[in-house]
């Protein structure tokens, strides 16, 4: 089974290695079906590495059986024999190929070789019986094609083998035998060959020559992955036991023939800040570390190359360790097998990660002490405005940590990915949306130092080795531990236990910490494992009333899978009996399929007997096809029928002058057989008994009685601040009745009821004119017109500009508020918004009045909304008219 990927690149894994080097002393393979080949063979050359000892070490003798399916599904097996090749390597395997023309018949012990590409892949690789891993750099498929003749692949394999250790002192055989020690003797893994300090044991467990001094730098590093397809940053294992990574200075001694090596960040300039290293150009450990020395392809047919260099430490003394660093470039082929090693794996998402363009920055093979970061990891705002305006916005990296625990690695400023290592470690992230991935979940603890639910922090567990389909929460949940949340892992898949890979979340709360929150959100990925459907209930409307009757409602929520309808138990409880008290509630209720939530109604029936409030509690009962969730119960309480009390302003302008009362209306309904004392809160900006004549705070209605009134009386002496003061009364809660609508009602308390002509003789007497030369004029110039000053209710004299009307903006739309003084009568008010200012009718836009904004304590202004959006300009306006 294969999935096609959609490209195709001329470059291939081939590496530069010359086929005549390879062919000396190379074995012949030897086939199971032999038959005439008219084609050059294809080669796979590589390592055999033993990697179950503390290093890895070369295989040389065995016979090796490999395996490969054909395009066309025949599988074909070639063996060889290891041996020492070039003393690096371990084997070579000669392909043979069938030709597939017209007139010749395919080979069928060969692989085909057609005029266009073909997609063949490694079935199966063993030593001596014994399964191999492929390692690359080359992947777990080959192309063949007619112009790809005489390919060469590098394919190292890895066995599960441990080196011989005669004297079980911790050092194989043949490390002992390389440096001389005594494979006999397992005192000499104490032995300091060079008075360093380092024993031989501790130098072959930090991969070292126990014969040189560990005080100097010796060069670990001879090959590195980097990836064609963009950006990877280069880094090198350089052992030196008392030199910080500082002090560690690489002189560039040949730059690699296909691409360029350079230093980010090198001189102050954001659009260039980069350098090509040259040919004596130098860099640091630290440099390399924090991802600053990156190598990039040229995008020839050509494979990488290599580089050569010297490493110096602080002392003079020391002698430089002069080495050559192989690049291998990894590509996949044009097809890539459903089911990959991890180690492809890995490197296939690097492969596309770097052509996405981050920078690829790649521990695995690094020490266990190591921190890696991007250039700008770790800065806070002040010192990363500083970098951004020296070098420009940083890019983004995915960095890949050491196989330790105390592997360390830190983002910058971008989006980066940032994969802990094969044993856990630290990850810190950066001010951008970052993604945390685990791959590996036997045990260990990861750390994610910043993740933020704000920031769009993605926590990706998705590598977690468990069959599609099976439930997260048997595999993971979510706790927390010492205040710290922490997502742990149950890898047997029972839900218990949870002892594998832990990942801490300090910077998320306990409020965030919901394992299905978290996965349907997208912070949480979880790869093939699906969140079974979970219950919860709310009273969303928890009280229901036989007044009405008005219903209280329960909300079932569905978290998890939607794809099923979901029959849910439920069980109906409480004081009120169902059926009885109230419509009856089934005890099932139907989830469609892709319904998150469903509404369950407590309808009661008005029964009319007084009883005290009743209860319906709802109990989520267990099912088939979905979890409990934490709120499994709720209750909706049935109000008796009782007597509903409003209150509305049926004359709502009261005036000084005139003695004119306002009048407030309350009445009650349902329940009026008995009689009721109705208890108001008495407001307003107007004094109760000073400005109008006293009003008690209580109102009481006789048996029977449905309403009752109350005026406002304005008294004589009233002093009306800005011409106008309001009475507000709020009907006060109480256990004899619901109070019905929002319980208040204002009534306007004004001097008079204006109009435009008495304004003008009591505020401009002596001015002359017709009304509508009066109407235009502008007494003392402030811009501000006699008609706009009444129409608006301003200072005649000392008309304020804020009392004009203005415009706003709330919720993407447009408006406009504006007073509009009681009292007046002979003005009209028009609000009109349009696209056009040329044709206000004829690209009109419709308006509505929209309720007061909280805090507004002017009872004269008014507010207005466009109902428009996002779209064209909107102008809106208001016109006022006279209308005597």
């Given at each position: ?16 290695v ?14 199971r079906?032999?038959?005439?080949i008219?084609?050059?063979h ?52 000669n ?108 130098a072959?467990l930090?991969g070292?020559?126990?014969t ?37 200075v ?5 730059p690699?023939?296909?691409?360029t090596?350079?230093l ?27 991802g ?8 020839s047919?050509?494979?990488p ?7 110096r ?6 002698p430089a360790?002069?080495g ?44 266990a002490?190591?921190a890696?970061?991007?250039p ?7 010192a990363?405005?500083a970098?951004v305006a ?7 990296y ?25 044993q ?35 926590v ?9 389909g099976a ?19 149950d ?5 218990a ?18 394992l299905y ?38 909300t ?27 419509q ?29 409030a ?33 209150i ?59 309403v ?58 002596d ?13 003392g ?73 909280a805090?507004?304590s ?27």
């Open positions: 089974m294969s999935t096609t990927i959609p490209f195709r690149s001329e470059y291939r894994n081939a590496l530069a010359a086929c005549a080097a390879l062919a000396l002393g190379g074995a012949v393979p030897v086939l079906a032999q038959s005439t008219t084609e050059p294809t080669v796979f050359y590589g390592k055999v590495l033993g990697t179950a000892s503390a290093q890895d070490f070369l295989v040389t003798a065995g016979r090796l059986t490999w395996t490969i399916q054909r395009s066309d599904g025949v599988a074909v097996t070639l063996e060889t024999s290891l041996y020492l090749l070039d003393d690096t390597y371990s084997y070579r395997l392909v043979p190929h069938a030709a597939l023309a017209l007139g010749l018949d395919p080979n069928p012990g060969g692989i085909l070789m057609p005029p266009v590409p073909q997609v063949n892949l490694h079935a199966a690789v063993a030593v001596d019986g014994q399964p191999a891993v492929l390692l690359g750099p080359a992947g777990s498929a080959f192309t063949t094609e007619q112009l790809l003749r005489t390919a060469t692949y590098r394919m190292d394999l890895g066995l599960h083998r441990a080196a011989t250790d005669s004297d079980g002192d911790g050092m194989p055989d043949w490390w002992e035998d390389r440096y001389g020690l005594d494979k006999q003797d397992p005192a000499d893994a104490a032995a300091d060959l060079r008075g360093d300090g380092l024993s031989a044991l501790e072959y930090r070292l020559d126990p040189r001094d560990a005080r100097e730098p010796e060069l670990l590093t001879g090959e590195v992955i980097v990836y064609p397809s963009g950006s990877t940053g280069i880094l090198l294992d350089t052992a030196d036991l008392d030199s910080s990574a500082d002090e560690l690489y002189t560039l001694t040949r690699p023939s296909a691409g090596l350079s980010r960040n090198v001189q102050a300039n954001p659009e260039q800040p980069d350098t090509i290293l040259a040919s004596g150009a130098t860099f640091t450990q630290t440099d390399l570390q924090q600053r020395v990156i190598y990039d392809h040229d995008g047919n050509h494979a190359g290599s580089f050569d260099l010297e490493v430490d602080e002392n003079p003394d020391h360790y002069a050559t660093v192989l690049l291998l470039g990894y590509e996949p082929a044009i097809q890539i097998p459903a089911s990959l090693g991890a180690l492809e794996g890995q490197r296939l998402e690097n492969y596309f990660d770097a052509q996405a363009g981050y920078v690829i920055l790649d521990g695995t093979a690094f020490p002490n190591v890696l970061a991007a700008s990891a770790g800065l806070a705002s002040d990363l405005a970098y020296a070098y420009g916005p940083d890019r983004s995915k960095i890949i940590g050491a196989a330790a625990p105390d592997a360390v690695a830190s983002g910058g400023q971008g989006e980066d990915v940032l994969v802990a290592g094969n856990g470690g630290s990850l810190t992230g950066g001010p951008a949306a970052d993604w945390f991935v685990a791959q590996s979940f036997e045990t260990g603890r990861i750390t994610i130092s910043d993740f933020s639910v704000a920031e769009q922090d993605v990706d567990l998705s590598r977690i080795p468990a069959s599609a439930y997260a929460h048997q595999y993971l949940r979510v706790v927390q531990t010492a205040g710290v949340s922490q997502i742990q892992t890898l047997d898949g029972n839900g236990g949870f002892t594998n890979l832990a990942v801490a979340l300090p910077g998320l709360s306990a409020a965030e910490a919901d929150t978290l996965i349907e959100s997208g912070r949480l990925r979880v790869g093939p494992l699906v969140l079974e459907p979970m219950i919860s209930v709310a009273a969303s409307q928890p009280q229901a009333s036989e007044n009405g009757p008005s219903p209280g409602i329960f079932l929520t569905r978290q998890g899978s939607l794809s099923e309808d979901l029959v849910v138990n439920i069980l109906i409880s409480g004081s009120a009996q169902n059926g009885v008290d109230c009856l509630v089934p005890a099932t209720v139907i989830l469609p399929a892709g319904a998150t939530a469903v509404e369950v109604p407590v309808v009661p029936f008005a029964d009319g007997i007084a009883e005290p009743e209860a319906v509690q709802l109990t989520v009962s267990p099912g088939t096809g979905y979890r409990i969730g934490a709120a499994s119960q709720a209750i909706v309480t049935i109000e008796d029928r009782l007597m509903l009390v409003a509305e302003a049926v004359e709502p302008i009261a005036v000084k002058d005139t003695t004119s009362p306002g009048l407030f209306q309350i009445t009650r309904r349902d329940v009026t057989a008995s009689d009721v004392m109705i208890r108001l809160t008495i407001g307003g900006t107007a004094s109760n008994g000073g400005d109008y004549n006293t009003l008690s705070s209580q109102v009481y209605m006789a048996p029977n009685q449905t009752a009134f109350l005026q406002v009386v304005p008294k004589a002496d009233a002093v009306l601040a800005g011409g106008m003061e309001t009475v507000n009364i709020t009907i006060r809660p109480d256990s004899n009745y619901r109070v019905e609508g929002s319980g208040q009602a204002l009534v306007a308390l004004i001097e008079r009821a204006d109009s435009f002509a008495g304004w003008r003789s009591r505020e401009f007497p001015a002359a004119g017709d009304v509508a030369t009066f109407a235009s004029a502008d007494d110039q402030t811009g501000i017109s006699h008609f706009q000053r009444y129409a608006f209710g301003l200072d005649p004299h000392q008309p304020d500009p804020g009392g004009l009307p203005r415009l706003f903006r709330q919720d993407g739309k447009v408006g406009v508020t504006f007073r509009k003084p009681v009292g007046i009568a002979d003005v009209q008010y028009r609000v009109l918004a349009t696209t056009d200012l040329q044709a206000w009718d004829g690209q009109a836009v419709a308006v509505v009045p929209m309720a007061a904004p805090g507004t002017d009872p004269a202004q008014v507010f207005y909304e466009a109902l428009v959006g996002d779209g064209p300009a909107v102008f809106i306006g208001v016109e006022v008219m006279l209308v005597p």
